[in-house]
């Protein structure tokens, strides 16, 4: 299947009750369920509703990935990946990294025991350099925002397995229609789904996408089980 075909797949999801060809938004934060103990695919519009779902379903698709997660803006997603982290964990992050994700890594994470470097991603040597064994995870953003930054995803997936560490890649400058990071082996993906993903400047969002259907973002979104994309 063509990429463009992915995307008009991904962005059409006829709505199962009344055919619409547009996903009909959903503004109830509460559903009602058949009985006191049993409970439907919806309960609380914080862990899922069908308007969110087909979002989640689509940034899944188009990024080949199994499971996506939307949220209210780029930092929100990014900042729960990072909140899965524990207090003595340690991350490596590209120095060419946006604004707001350099602040909650510099002034709030280390309140909380969770220490990070920075690093010139250009060179893998400087990367390898960097680990040590507190180190869980390493962050890539390619493109860099604001700087254009160009980092080798492949060569750091391939460092990052060498010492089990997982990794992550905010994706939100070239999309997924140019650049798939689930398939060059990163682990997690992240977005500002503000910019190129949404595409109007018209809505604020973020997006998440896995294949791992046991990674602990799922705790934090109160979503328990997982819905397979
Ligand atoms: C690369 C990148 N990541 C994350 C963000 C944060 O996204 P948001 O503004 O949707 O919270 C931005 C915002 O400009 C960005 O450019």
């Known amino acids: 299947m063509s990429d463009w075909t992915n995307i008009i797949n991904a962005a059409t999801t006829n709505d199962p009750l009344s055919g619409a060809i547009n996903t009909p938004i959903q503004l109830s934060s509460t559903f009602n369920q058949k009985s006191f103990d049993e409970f439907g695919e919806y309960d609380y519009a914080r862990s899922g509703n069908p308007t969110r779902d087909a979002g ?15 949220f209210s803006t780029g930092m929100a ?93 905010d994706n939100t400058f070239l999309s997924p229609f140019l650049q798939k990071p689930l398939d060059l082996g990163v682990d997690i993906v992240v977005h500002s789904a503000t910019k190129f993903l949404a595409g109007h400047s018209d809505i604020l969002a973020g997006a998440v996408v896995v294949n791992d259907k046991n990674w602990p973002i799922k705790f934090i979104l109160s979503k328990m089980p997982l819905v397979q994309r």
């Open 56 to 70: 989640e379903k689509a940034i899944a698709r188009l990024e080949y990935g199994h499971y996506g997660y939307l």
């Open 77 to 169: 997603a990014i900042s729960s990946v990072l909140f899965t982290l524990s207090a003595g964990d340690h991350i490596i992050v590209s120095k060419h990294v946006y604004g707001g994700t350099f602040r909650i890594l510099e002034d709030v994470l280390p309140r909380w025991g969770i220490m990070h470097t920075f690093v010139d991603f250009s060179d893998v040597a400087t990367i390898e350099a960097a680990i040590i064994p507190e180190t869980k995870a390493i962050y890539i953003e390619t493109p860099s925002n604001p700087v254009l930054n160009i980092t080798d995803i492949r060569a750091v997936v391939a460092l990052a397995k060498q010492y089990h560490v997982c990794t992550i890649a």
